[in-house]
C-alpha cells in the first residue's frame, strides 16, 4: 500500500475535494477546476437585437388615407398602434429572412451526423472524403488452443470481430502500405505444431476478412516473441529460438527470406539471452533491441528495410529484468527510446539515443509510483507525445503515464483496476478523436480504452472477444488511400 496523494483546489466560491482510489502502481488522478465564466445574457442586446421581419404598413397614393404605424420594442417585444389622418403617406418596409444551409461535407465544419469533416476531401487521412473514419483500430488476441481472435474499432461504427483459422498465443501486429501484417506462435496442443511460427494478412479492400495462417518460413520455431516491424511494403520479423538465440526474417513480395542470425558485439557470434527482441522502425532503419543473459540491454542497427545487421551494441541502463523484453520506438527526430523495468526496484525508465551523435542520455525514471513486473506497452504519437502503459506491480490493475521527451513524464494514471486477472496492456496511435488507444485481457475478456491527454475513457467490453488466454497486440491503419 502506497500512501495516498491528495490535491486540495481552491477555486472562487467553490470547493471540490477528491478522494484518491486505491490503486496498485500507487499513482493519482488529479481533478481538474475550469475558470467560472459568466453566461451569456437571456435578453438581447436592444443595439444588437436580433433580426426582424417586418410586413409592409401602407401604400403610396394621390389620395387621402388613413396609415397604421406599428412600433416593436426591441427589449420587451411589446407594440402599440397608433391611426393618424394624411393626405399623403409614403411608408417603407424591410424584410430579412434567416435561413440555415443544410449540411455539407467538406466545408471543413463536423455537421449533422458527419464524424469528422476536414475539408480537404482526401482519403488518405484520419477522415474520409465522406466525413466517415479514415482510421482504424486492429486487435490479435490469442485464446490457447482455441481459434485466435481477430476485432476491428472504427469510430461511428463500433466493433467487429471473429476467429483466425488457428489458435494462437503470444501475437504481434504492424500496419503496412495495404492494410496489416498478423504474426503469432501456435499455442496447439499438438506438440509438432506448438510454438510454430505463423503470419497471416488482412487488407483494406477486405475488411472483414484475414488471411489463413501460415507458416513463416521452414522450421520455424520460438520460446518467445514474435516482434514485428514494417518500413513500406518490406516487413522484419524478430523471435528468440528455441535455442535461446535471436532470428529475424524479411517479408518482401508476400514472401518470406530464410531465417537468419541476430549478431552479438562479434558478427560471427549469434545474440542470445532470454527474451526476444523488441523491433522498432524509424524512416528507413530499424531496431533491434534486447536483455542479454548478463541483465543489460543491447541492440543492433540495419539501415535499410532489406540491409544487414550490424554488431549488437551495449547500451548504458544499469541492470534491467531481462525477462521482460525492453520497448522500443523511434521518434520524429529519428532518436531511439527504450523503456524497460529496473531490477533493483522494478521502477519503469527510459533513456533516449540521440542520432547523430550516437549519444546516450542520462536514464530517467517515469516516476517513484510506477512500478511493474511485466511487460510495457510503449507508443509515439504523431506529434511526439509518448505513451507507456502497464500492469500493476503487486495486482491487477492497468495504469499509464504521459511524456512530452524521455526526461519528461506526467504522474501515472489509472485506467482500470478489474476485480478479476489482468494480462499486460497492448497501445496503438489513436484513431480519429484520441491520441492512444489501449486494449488488455481481464477475466479473458478484451477491454478498450481511449486516452486523450491523461484522461482515460471507461473500459469498454468488446462484443465476442472472451475467452482469451494471451496478452493482445494491437495497431491503427488506414482505411482510405
Not at 448 to 463: G, L, T
Amino acid at each position: 500500500m502506497h500512501p495516498a496523494r491528495v490535491l486540495p483546489v481552491v477555486a472562487l466560491l467553490s470547493v471540490h475535494c477528491a478522494d484518491e482510489p486505491a490503486n496498485g502502481f500507487s499513482g493519482t488522478n488529479a481533478g481538474t477546476t475550469q475558470q467560472i465564466t459568466n453566461p451569456q445574457s437571456s435578453f438581447p442586446d436592444p443595439t444588437t437585437a436580433g433580426p426582424t421581419t417586418t410586413e409592409p404598413t401602407g401604400t403610396t397614393t394621390g389620395e387621402p388615407t388613413t396609415s397604421t404605424s406599428t412600433t416593436t420594442d426591441a427589449l420587451t417585444g411589446s407594440s402599440t398602434t397608433d391611426p393618424t389622418d394624411s393626405t399623403s403617406t409614403t411608408s417603407t418596409s424591410t424584410s430579412t429572412t434567416t435561413t440555415t444551409a443544410d449540411p455539407t461535407c467538406g466545408n471543413g465544419v463536423v455537421e449533422a451526423d458527419e464524424l469528422c469533416d476536414d475539408g480537404d476531401g482526401g482519403d488518405d487521412d484520419a477522415c474520409l472524403a465522406d466525413c466517415t473514419a479514415g482510421q482504424a483500430l486492429l486487435v490479435l488476441a490469442g485464446a490457447g488452443t482455441q481459434p485466435a481472435l481477430f476485432a476491428r474499432f472504427v469510430p461511428g461504427v463500433g466493433w467487429s470481430s471473429g476467429q483466425l483459422s488457428a489458435d494462437l498465443g503470444e501475437t504481434a501486429l504492424v500496419a503496412t502500405p495495404g492494410g496489416a501484417l498478423g504474426a503469432g506462435r501456435r499455442a496447439a496442443a499438438d506438440v509438432d505444431a506448438e510454438n510454430e511460427l505463423v503470419w497471416t494478412t488482412w487488407s483494406k479492400g477486405q475488411p472483414d476478412e484475414w488471411t489463413d495462417l501460415d507458416p513463416v518460413g521452414a522450421f520455424g520455431f520460438a520460446v518467445d516473441g514474435p516482434g514485428l516491424a514494417a518500413i513500406g511494403d518490406t516487413a522484419t520479423l524478430a523471435f528468440l529460438g528455441t535455442d535461446f538465440k535471436h532470428y529475424t526474417a524479411v517479408l518482401t513480395d508476400g514472401a518470406w527470406a530464410p531465417f537468419g542470425p541476430l549478431p552479438a558485439g562479434m558478427p560471427q557470434i549469434q545474440a542470445f539471452g532470454p527474451s526476444a527482441a523488441a523491433l522498432a522502425p524509424g524512416m528507413v532503419e530499424t531496431y533491434a533491441v534486447y536483455a542479454g543473459d548478463n541483465g543489460q540491454i543491447y541492440y543492433s542497427l540495419k539501415s535499410s528495410p532489406g540491409g544487414a545487421w550490424q554488431p549488437s551494441m551495449q547500451a548504458p541502463p544499469p541492470m534491467i529484468v531481462g525477462a521482460l523484453t525492453p520497448a522500443a520506438v523511434v521518434d520524429a527526430m529519428g532518436d531511439l527510446l527504450l523503456a524497460y523495468v529496473r531490477q533493483v526496484d522494478g521502477k519503469i525508465a527510459v533513456v533516449k539515443l540521440l542520432t547523430p551523435q550516437n549519444a546516450w542520455t542520462v536514464e530517467t525514471v517515469v516516476d517513484d509510483l510506477a512500478i511493474t513486473s511485466s511487460e510495457l506497452a510503449f507508443v509515439v504519437t504523431e506529434n511526439g507525445t509518448l505513451y507507456l502503459a502497464w500492469k500493476g506491480y503487486d495486482n491487477d490493475g492497468i495504469y499509464a503515464a504521459r511524456g512530452s521527451d524521455n526526461d519528461d513524464w506526467g504522474a501515472p494514471f489509472t485506467v482500470a483496476e478489474p476485480a478479476t486477472v489482468s494480462l499486460p496492456p497492448a497501445l496503438a496511435r489513436g484513431v480519429v478523436d484520441a491520441h492512444a488507444e489501449l486494449v488488455y485481457v481481464t477475466g479473458g475478456a478484451l477491454q478498450h480504452v481511449r486516452i486523450v491527454d491523461e484522461d482515460a475513457s471507461s473500459p469498454a467490453a468488446v462484443p465476442g472477444a472472451t475467452g482469451l488466454k494471451s496478452r493482445p497486440a494491437a495497431t491503427r491503419v488506414q482505411l482510405g488511400g
